[in-house]
Structure formats: structure tokens, C-alpha cells
């Protein structure tokens, strides 16, 4: 066995350079890790046959997942002022009606 030799850049791959494709079992427990791994990410766009294929899918997954919250932030509305405040009556220009209504709500 010669150093530096394929087999060494087999070693610890599992053959990687040889069977490059992935196991359906593979495949589905290398996506859960990388989802787990990177919360960041949008789950359904990691994908891929292989290890190198599903780890480069993580920057289309991390690159849509910042549109969405871009998106999402830019919609969100924004209070105009302190709503929630309470804000004073003048009863005194209420009709009898309005002021039994401004009662019973305080």
C-alpha cells in the first residue's frame, strides 16, 4: 500500500469518490442534520444526490430564507404614533346617548 496512493483519499469517506450518490437512509439523515445544523435555512431547498451537492444547497436554502425575512419585515406594519393610549372625551359636547355609552365603557 503506497502513501498518497486512492486509497487514501478514500479513507473515511466511505467511498465517497467511488459511489458518489447517497442512500434514500443517507440522503434523508444527512438533510435532517443539515437542517438542524443551520436553522437559517429554508428545509424543502436542501436537497441533492450527494454530500457535495446537498452541502451547496445550503446557500440557496441560507439566500431564500433572508428574501423571506426581508420580505416579511418590509410588510410588517408600523405603529404611527403610541397607539393604545387612552384618549380624554370631552363629554360635555356628547349627546345624553354618547355619554351613557362613554360611561358604561370606563
Known amino acids: 500500500m503506497e502513501i498518497g496512493g486512492p486509497a487514501t483519499a478514500d479513507a473515511g469517506t466511505g467511498g465517497a469518490a467511488h459511489y458518489a450518490v447517497l442512500s434514500a437512509d443517507e440522503r434523508q439523515t444527512l438533510r435532517a442534520t ?38 416579511t419585515r418590509a410588510a410588517m406594519p408600523v405603529a404611527a404614533g403610541g397607539g393604545g393610549r387612552p384618549v380624554s372625551v370631552d363629554v360635555t359636547k356628547l349627546s345624553p346617548l354618547a355619554k351613557i355609552s362613554v360611561g358604561l365603557k370606563g
Open 34 to 71: 443539515l437542517v438542524s445544523a443551520h436553522p437559517d435555512t429554508i428545509p424543502e431547498l436542501i436537497g441533492g444526490e450527494t454530500v457535495g451537492e446537498m452541502v451547496a444547497s445550503l446557500e440557496t436554502a441560507k439566500a431564500a430564507y433572508q428574501r423571506a425575512i426581508e420580505r
